[in-house]
């Protein structure tokens, strides 16, 4: 496992204060390989030699194109399914173990629901099979209720089968925290949702992650990871490829952003590169002093509108991770090609060698 660190030491007292909590999630070199057809062949890993840390109360965000092996990482934490070689534990005992199990909450991508029942109806169930009854059971449905801001009375009188992917989606995370869970495994909770949805789900993310829970998910959309994430790993054809705190990975870039208007443009194009003219405004790349940038700007006259670090966003450095290894791995295999034809050896038949 590679892991990517900043060159810059200053850590902020929210991720030294994440680094310094228990571990309340491990893996080591968690792999698995499913086997399929008649004869159970061996397909290509899912995961290889996955080993990763998540503390207790922080926000952790995995990572990865479809089929790197996301999903299969998150059942294999759930107990769902077995590892074929290492190991993995969650508050210190194996996973799958019964009575963590009944610690945890558990929202899937595609969750299914007896959509004849009413949400209260479904959620009434749900706190059955955690044996929470009587009023217990009506305040903490209707506290889950607020928590994912659905209207009571929709709840209890419009049948599942009418409520749309968003409400869906409330409510599938309203069973996920029936049990108070002390860790919440979210699979692609934005997945689907509208713009207003995946704001609303964001928001009950946040609120969870005041309240100290531990939040692991996985996603497709990195402007949300950014935003909620204390720290996320990306997983790549079965590796993790890098893991770290968003502000580490991302780095501190060497050039800014800056936009104005007036001012000369020849001075202008002295300092800036790249600059660009719309609605009256220049905009360019500084790779210079920006504080002497700015007192050459008040000496000609130009007023500075946005002066900021060009900080590459997830997404960018998401991609970049993902090519890069893409392209050692193509450089790998092309390097074992010719050393594998060099160590063919010829074989011997009937008393003649012949090539194989």
């Known amino acids: 496992m590679n892991a990517v660190s900043s060159p810059h030491s200053n850590v902020s007292p929210a991720s030294s204060a994440i680094i310094h909590k228990p571990t309340i999630i491990a893996t080591q070199d968690l792999r698995k390989v499913y086997r399929t057809g008649f004869w159970l062949k061996a397909?290509?890993?899912?995961?290889?030699?996955?080993?990763?840390?998540?503390?207790?109360?922080?926000?952790f965000g995995l990572l990865g194109p479809n089929g790197a092996g996301k999903t299969t990482?998150?059942?294999l934490l759930l107990g769902i399914i077995r590892p074929t070689a290492g190991a993995a534990t969650l508050m210190?005992?194996?996973?799958?173990?019964?009575?963590?199990?009944?610690?945890?909450?558990?929202?899937?991508e595609n969750p299914y629901f007896y959509d004849y029942l009413t949400g209260w109806e479904f959620l009434s169930y749900t706190a059955g099979?955690?044996?929470?009854?009587?009023?217990?059971?009506?305040?903490?449905?209707?506290?889950?209720?607020?928590?994912?801001?659905?209207?009571?009375?929709?709840?209890?009188?419009?049948?599942?089968?009418?409520?749309?992917?968003?409400?869906?989606?409330r409510v599938g995370m309203a069973q996920a925290l029936m049990n108070d869970p002390e860790i919440v495994f979210l699979?692609?909770?934005?997945?689907?949702?509208?713009?207003?949805?995946?704001?609303?789900?964001?928001?009950?993310i946040l609120s969870l992650k005041e309240q100290g829970k531990t939040l692991f998910f996985n996603?497709?959309?990195?402007?949300?990871?950014?935003?909620?994430?204390?720290?996320?790993?990306?997983?790549?054809?079965?590796?993790?490829?890098?893991?770290?705190?968003?502000?580490?990975?991302?780095?501190n870039p060497a050039h800014y952003q800056v936009k104005g208007h007036g001012g000369s443009l020849d001075i202008l194009d002295q300092?800036?590169?790249?600059?660009?003219?719309?609605?009256?405004?220049?905009?360019?790349?500084?790779?210079?002093?920006?504080?002497e940038f700015m007192a050459t700007a008040r000496l000609m006259n130009a007023h500075i509108a946005k002066l900021e670090i060009a900080k590459p966003?997830?997404?960018?450095?998401?991609?970049?991770?993902?090519?890069?290894?893409?392209?050692?791995?193509?450089?790998?295999?092309?390097?074992?090609?010719?050393?594998?034809?060099?160590?063919?050896?010829?074989?011997?038949?009937f008393g003649k060698l012949i090539a194989q």
């Open 129 to 169: 099979l955690f044996g929470i009854s009587g009023q217990a059971k009506k305040r903490r449905i209707a506290e889950l209720l607020d928590l994912v801001q659905l209207d009571r009375i929709s709840a209890t009188k419009k049948q599942m089968r009418r409520y749309s992917k968003g409400m869906l989606q």
């Open 43 to 59: 397909a290509p890993p899912s995961l290889k030699q996955c080993s990763i840390e998540i503390y207790k109360g922080e926000t």
């Open 313 to 349: 966003t997830l997404e960018e450095f998401f991609i970049q991770q993902i090519r890069q290894r893409r392209e050692n791995a193509d450089k790998m295999s092309a390097e074992q090609i010719p050393k594998a034809k060099r160590s063919v050896k010829p074989r011997r038949l």
């Open 92 to 108: 210190g005992e194996p996973a799958g173990d019964s009575e963590i199990k009944s610690r945890i909450g558990y929202l899937p």
């Open 219 to 251: 996603s497709h959309v990195l402007s949300d990871v950014e935003k909620i994430c204390d720290r996320i790993a990306i997983l790549d054809q079965g590796d993790i490829i890098c893991i770290g705190e968003i502000e580490k990975l991302l780095g």
């Open 187 to 204: 699979d692609e909770p934005m997945s689907g949702l509208d713009p207003t949805g995946r704001f609303q789900v964001r928001e009950i």
């Open 73 to 75: 990482l998150l059942k």
């Open 271 to 291: 300092w800036l590169c790249d600059i660009t003219f719309n609605d009256g405004y220049w905009q360019g790349s500084l790779y210079e002093n920006p504080f």
